[in-house]
């Protein structure tokens, strides 16, 4: 990043724009897509502005975790595919790769979105696994909340395929029932620059910034994960104002889910 | 029962629905889309770009490179573990044989040009439905190509010559089978992947292969045009 660059950026903040035009808080075009591919038992595509992500729910009968032996299993996990960008490269998943995983993860689960205790078919033996595979198809900045939005969409989508008396899953064979989720966990990255804070940024932005902190919540009060990241410490003031920003924002996206 | 009908309804030489699109990944230098029946493709380019490690340089050409991927949630059944598998770096490497023949790389000496293909979406014929796209991919990308490469798969269930065949028709278990992946050079119709598993003689290979040759002049059609809609040509004609 020079440095040229972030004192620009910055500078146009200060007149109260950012260099593509949008406000401060202001989100580029959001696009939910649901059942974008067949063999998945949900799926969901979400646009924002450039940024492509696609995310693929699967589901199989398997035994139980030892310490949680009524509870079904959830595994996320993100591939930022080198198709994606130039700045990813084949093997295995990058760190920042699975910090989207992790984060996404968590907001699910500390938020208990989805009741595993009702995905248990036989204890300690048969549960039902929900594995989420995040993939990105065009990195254009804020893969966080893209990542995020496309996970409770795909899982909204997500039907029970059909499933014989000794427990054999007939994949081609999709039934109405829907997974037990109760909630949507929406996450709104909000990032610091200079003395600003932005929301949806692109990577010159998220490459000139100082700071960011990943709010996961259900309501402007309730907030299930977090995460800070960046080079540059954070205030309590500042984390605040990052919360407020990211429950209000969390709001619009929410809306892009019905 | 022998084998009278095909079980989506085609006739015997006809393809599923062919769709394509290119410029659909904007990070890339090229790319595109291709979906045939219930496979899907996309495929970017990225390059000619510095190649590491150094050893792998070749000072007179640039070098192609393929990455063939089916993502975790593309297959009908259970979820595919990512990391890769002997499978995917077979057709990898296939794939990027197949593509060699028709490009130019003299220009980018010690460089190598990337193409990444990944499947959200399967149902048999993935390898040429990647190939299809990457074509496409590269020619998007602007890189020196003396043709397209156009691909499908053909075969053979019972006394049937089949294109494009679907999975239900490679898992056929009531008789002979023959599944053969092929790409070819849509001007000289040279072919420039072949695979067979299954069982065949001499005389039906070869009627495959006209049938083949056939069904990737169509594919061919379908990747002008994409490029044509792309790029604007045409518009005014």
Known sequence: ?258 | MPFKKRPDGRSFEELRKVEAKVGVIKNAKGSAWFKIGDTEAYAAVYGPRNLFPKFMQNPKKGILRAHYNMLPFSGSGDRIRPGGNRRAKEISFVTQKALEPVLDLTKFPNAVVDVFIELPQTDAGSRCAGITAAAMALADAGIVMKDLISSVAVGRVEDKVLADLCYDEEAYEDGPVADIPLAMLPSTEEITLLQMDGEIDKDMLLKSLEVGKKAMHEIHKVQVQALKEKFGVGKNE
């Not at chain 1, 660059?5 to 260099?19: M, V």
């Not at chain 1, 940024?51 to 030892?66: F, S």
């Open chain 1, 1 to 258: 990043m020079s440095n040229d660059l972030r004192t620009h950026i910055i500078e146009t903040l200060e007149k109260g724009a950012r260099l593509d035009g949008r406000k401060a808080d202001e989100y580029r075009n959001v696009e939910v897509t649901y059942s974008v591919t067949k063999n998945a038992e949900g799926s969901a595509k979400v646009v924002i502005g450039d940024t492509e992500v696609i995310v693929g729910v699967k589901l199989a009968i398997e035994t139980p975790y030892p310490d949680t032996p009524d509870n079904g299993n959830l595994m996320v996990n993100a591939e930022l595919l080198p198709l994606s960008s130039p700045n990813f490269d084949p093997g295995p998943p990058s760190i920042q790769a699975i910090e989207i995983a992790r984060v996404v993860d968590r907001g699910i689960r500390e938020s208990k979105a989805i009741d595993t205790k009702k995905l248990c078919i036989k204890k300690a033996e048969k549960v039902w696994s929900v594995m989420i595979d995040i993939i990105s198809i065009n990195d254009d900045g804020n893969l966080f909340d893209a990542a995020s939005l496309a996970t409770i969409a795909a899982l909204k989508d997500t039907k029970f395929p059909k499933v014989s008396k000794d427990h054999e899953i007939d994949y081609k064979t999709k039934t109405k029932d829907s997974l037990p989720l109760s909630k949507e966990p929406i996450e709104v990255t909000v990032w610091k620059v200079g003395d600003h804070l932005i929301v949806d940024p692109t990577p010159d932005e998220e490459k000139g910034s100082d700071g960011r902190l990943t709010t996961a919540s259900l309501s402007d009060k309730e907030l299930c994960a977090m995460q800070k990241g960046g080079d540059f410490p954070l205030t309590s003031d500042e984390i605040g104002k990052m919360v407020d920003l990211a429950t209000k924002k969390a709001q619009d996206l929410r809306s892009k889910l019905s």
